[in-house]
T-cell receptor
Framework: DAGVTQSPTHLIKTRGQQVTLRCSPK?????VSWYQQALGQGPQFIFQ???????QRGNFPDRFSGHQFPNYSSELNVNALLLGDSALYLC????????????????FGPGTRLTVL | DAKTTQPTSMDCAEGRAANLPCNHS???????VYWYRQIHSQGPQYIIH???NNETNEMASLIITEDRKSSTLILPHATLRDTAVYYC???????????????FGTGTLLAVQP
């Protein structure tokens, strides 16, 4: 059973360019969240997708957008790249909860390392 | 979500128990304590979570104080592979609906020494 996969592994872009990162969730999961992790910092929540809609959003500008496809995979798009967008971008998948539960574990992918020059 | 405070770094000898503390003095009654860890160059990995009772699984034990203002993650027999950044996170229980976001701090870098 494959876990969460992300592509590409590494990416180098220049300022002003646009980038698309991809994520395939763990089998059986239908919810995808994206996080940005700058060097030396903990991951910061960007947004979450369920049923092809953005359900929650963190404090990120509109340059960050996403999409979820019918097969639950997801894309993160960043426009007009800035030097400060250089980071590890993590995708996490989970199952949408029904009923009551203490927790639905989020499984993280290995991330995409984005470098903006 | 309540804020957490963790030491920046800790050392532990291989084979000994690693005790990682976390303060969450503003935790509210319906908030859980979660622990994740992140090994270098990998995505975070779920370890354990709890509400008010102590919890144990195959990876670790979680001890939550009676007033719930602090907790300790215990790795009973630390190995070199346990060297990682450990994050303590407080958040509400997802009683139905989509996953609530995880708010990470800077965590504790645990270095297990041979």
């Amino acid at each position: 059973d494959a876990g969460v996969t992300q592509s590409p592994t590494h990416l180098i872009k220049t300022r002003g360019q646009q980038v698309t990162l991809r994520c395939s969730p763990k089998s059986g999961h239908d919810t995808v969240s994206w996080y940005q992790q700058a060097l030396g910092q903990g991951p910061q929540f960007i947004f979450q997708y369920y049923e092809e809609e953005e359900r929650q959003r963190g404090n990120f500008p509109d340059r960050f957008s996403g999409h979820q496809f019918p097969n639950y995979s997801s894309e993160l798009n960043v426009n007009a790249l800035l030097l400060g967008d250089s980071a590890l971008y993590l995708c996490a998948s989970s199952a949408y909860l029904t009923g009551t539960s203490s927790y639905n574990e989020q499984f993280f992918g290995p991330g995409t390392r984005l470098t903006v020059l | 979500d309540a804020k957490t405070t963790q030491p920046t770094s800790m050392d532990c000898a291989e084979g000994r128990a690693a005790n990682l503390p976390c303060n969450h003095s503003t935790i509210s009654g319906n908030e859980y304590v979660y622990w994740y860890r992140q090994i270098h160059s990998q995505g975070p990995q779920y370890i354990i979570h709890g509400l008010k009772n102590n919890e144990t699984n195959e990876m670790a034990s979680l001890i939550i104080t009676e007033d719930r203002k602090s907790s300790t993650l215990i790795l009973p027999h630390a190995t070199l592979r346990d060297t990682a950044v450990y994050y303590c996170i407080v958040r509400g229980g997802p009683y139905g609906g989509a996953t609530n976001k995880l708010i990470f701090g800077t965590g504790t870098l645990l270095a297990v020494q041979p």
